[in-house]
């Protein structure tokens, strides 16, 4: 982070590009909590950035790792700050400054954050938590959520995935939906991976076991689409984009791939003529 220049304001018209693009996915690089204030920051990429062939952001990816999360980003990313208490929610002012140095407060503070976690998430930490003997009842009420096995797996292969472990975050999807087969996020995620893998026959495939549960996704529509422009199917490409566009009209993901297949299908029908 030595290298980035640190004197003006992160633009926040950036940011609100990317929090209103309807394929973007965030990573929490400090998660708010009573500790630090309420106060959050968020890295905001674009989760198909990879498929199409944007290259590595060594600058976000530096930001993370400083953070002590191992994260490749590709393509575009933009950080943002935010308070958020339940009640109040309010974006912060973040200066490039701010990112220009390892050192930098909320850096080490989500380097401390991200290590407790790990710590806390390790096989060693879950073990001994289930080795300790239980607790007699106390007086107040507590509501513990129980986590389904293919939802754990599912969760198991989006951070695969994040961390740009493909075939990892495939077999854990795999997994998840072998234990659950009706788990649509799961197929989707999987898309998302084939895709990045050029495994555009399973992606495809899986897109269409996501439409049967959700008819209306339009994530499952762009990535099937996104297979099948890739595999020279144009037209039906374009048809995927358009129900994309039906569900989400003012989606920019949806209208760029259209406007980019047709483009495509015109050239190839000019060709043909030629």
Known sequence: MQNIPGNSDVDEAMLDTATAMSMVEHTSLLSNSKDNDFIGINLYTDDEASFSGAGINQRASEIASCCGIQLQVN?????????????????????????????????????????????????????ARLAEPSQAAKPAAVTVREVAPAEALKEQGNIALKQGKLAE???LYSEALETDSTLAAAYNNRALAHLKLNNLADAEADCGYVLRLEPRNVKAFLRRGSAREAMNRLQEAIEDYKEAIVLEPKSKEALSKLSSARQKLANCKKDVQD
């Open 75 to 127: 393509g575009d990313a933009f950080i943002g700050r935010t308070f958020d208490n339940g009640d109040d929610f309010k974006r912060l002012n973040f200066t490039v400054s701010e990112v220009s140095s390892s050192s930098a407060a909320w850096v080490q503070e989500a380097r401390k954050q991200n290590e407790r976690k790990r710590q806390r998430d390790s096989p060693a930490a879950l073990q």
């Open 169 to 171: 975050a495939v077999r």
